[in-house]
């Protein structure tokens, strides 16, 4: 398997296999690609429930949304895409409301009219609160004031990151989407949807170029004693963890899922509806036929999918979804990349080699870029289209 191998892509997800598939489509070179986990997609995996012929997606909903043309028409050669567009709903104190908070989420919360000149004025009035705001709380009171604060931010952001908002750092939110129109799109680009023949068939097309070679169930520590000296590897499993934490763990965030399936047609009646209350402990539950209205067969079910998403600390053997952005942090991920750079055959990207957050747009930009900037230069070819 190892023999004379030259690229070596640990990670199946969408980062992993946009690298994969543009070293075996432009460079026309073998390329091994692994996952510890068993199937490709990564964090964007689906697949379909046997009992109700449901899609579902196994870590959490995933919209596909970009404003990136280069992202955009890439991804477009590998699936069609719906025109499903997201919108996100919140029950808070026994009513129900449209995010991000928009005029119809004011007409419902305030119970009167208010013009767009309103609502701005609105989210204008205690801006002066706090000029220097030493927390989250005082940030979000600040751009959308107290009452509004109080419904959807704190008990949301409470649950979310298992602490209180007045322990979090003002700086984890630059701005909250407030909107003073009644758009209630929960994303503004002009590219959305989800893939038409599901995720599953998106990452099929995508590694079917018969020079990548896929191995799910696959640890790279368990192969990595094999890997040639002289093969690029593109890393994009944990940072921290490939150092063997040598210098620290980093922290994440992590969350746990809650699958039910229900005897009823249409449960929520919408996709996902989060949950703003501290008391209700888990964060928002997904209902995943609505994501394709167009399928006709599981509306004519008296059956639904649904997942209810909790907010959990990460430990080693959990999934780590988000990274916590603080000064510790950063320091120890400056201290991995420097440690990164002294291999030259090495490559970090994605969210987890990166420990950053990344949409799946912002993913496949951050792949193609790579594949640009550091693949294409080794191989000694130019740009490629
Ligand atoms: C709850 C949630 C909801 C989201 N919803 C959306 C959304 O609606 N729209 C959107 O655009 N983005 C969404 N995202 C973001 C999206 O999931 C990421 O952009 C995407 O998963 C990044 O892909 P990746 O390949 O970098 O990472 P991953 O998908 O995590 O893939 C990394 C892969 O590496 C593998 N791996 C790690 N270590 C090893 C190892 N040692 N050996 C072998 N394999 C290894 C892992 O098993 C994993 O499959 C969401 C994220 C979360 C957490």
């Given amino acids: 398997m190892f023999e004379n191998l030259r690229y070596l892509v640990v990670g199946a997800g969408i980062t992993g296999s946009v690298i994969a598939e543009r070293i075996a489509a432009v460079l026309g070179e073998r390329v091994l690609l692994i996952d510890k986990r068993p199937h490709t997609g990564g964090n964007c995996h ?34 069609a895409f719906t025109s499903y567009r997201h919108k996100v709903l919140i029950r808070c104190g026994g009513k129900t409301f449209f995010m991000p908070i928009n005029l119809k989420t004011l007409i419902d919360f ?27 709380e005082e940030k979000a009171i600040s751009l959308i004031g107290r009452p509004l604060y109080e419904t959807f931010i704190a008990g949301y952001t409470q649950k979310q990151w298992g602490r209180s ?17 009644f758009n209630t799109d929960y994303f503004n680009d002009p590219h959305q949807g989800v893939p038409k023949d599901g995720y599953f068939t998106l990452f099929d097309r995508l590694l079917s170029h018969p020079k990548i070679e896929v191995r799910t169930g696959t640890d790279f520590r368990s192969i990595r004693d094999q890997v040639p000296a002289s093969c690029l590897v593109v ?11 040598r210098l620290g ?7 746990s899922f809650e699958w039910e ?10 996709t996902v509806m989060n949950y703003g209350d501290v008391d209700v402990p888990f964060t928002r539950i997904h209902e995943f036929k609505h994501y394709h209205p167009e399928r006709r067969e599981p509306f004519e079910l008296e059956k639904t999918v649904i997942c209810r998403e909790y907010p959990a600390q990460y430990v080693p053997g959990r999934e780590a979804y988000y990274p916590v952005n603080n000064t510790r942090n950063q320091e120890l991920l400056a201290g991995y990349q420097k440690l990164a750079k002294q291999n030259t055959s090495l490559l970090f990207c994605g ?15 951050s792949a193609l870029d790579l594949f640009e900037r550091e693949i294409l230069p080794r191989a000694g070819k130019g740009s490629a289209k």
């Avoid at 609105?122 to 801006?127: D, T, V, Y």
């Avoid at 890393?235 to 934490?245: L, P, Q, R, S, V």
């Avoid at 399936?261 to 919408?270: A, M, N, V, Y």
Wanted: charged letters at 25%.
């Fill in 249 to 255: 763990a980093l922290d994440w965030r992590s969350l």
């Fill in 351 to 365: 969210r987890l080699g990166s420990y950053r957050y990344w949409d799946m747009d912002k993913a496949i930009e």
């Fill in 110 to 136: 305030f119970g009167r009219n208010f013009s767009p000149d309103q609502a701005r004025e609105l989210m204008a009035q205690e801006r002066d609160a706090f000029t220097h705001p030493r927390n989250l």
């Fill in 261 to 270: 399936t229900l005897p009823t047609c249409d449960f929520q009646g919408t």
């Fill in 235 to 245: 890393y994009t499993g944990m940072i921290d963890e490939y150092f063997d934490h």
């Fill in 165 to 181: 908002p007045q322990d979090l750092p003002a700086d984890i939110i630059t701005r909250l989407p407030v909107r003073t129109n």
């Fill in 46 to 79: 689906s697949s379909i429930d046997p009992e109700t012929g449901i899609e579902t997606h196994m870590y959490g909903s995933h919209i596909f949304h970009t404003s990136i043309e280069k992202v955009w028409e890439y991804i477009s050669r590998f699936s």
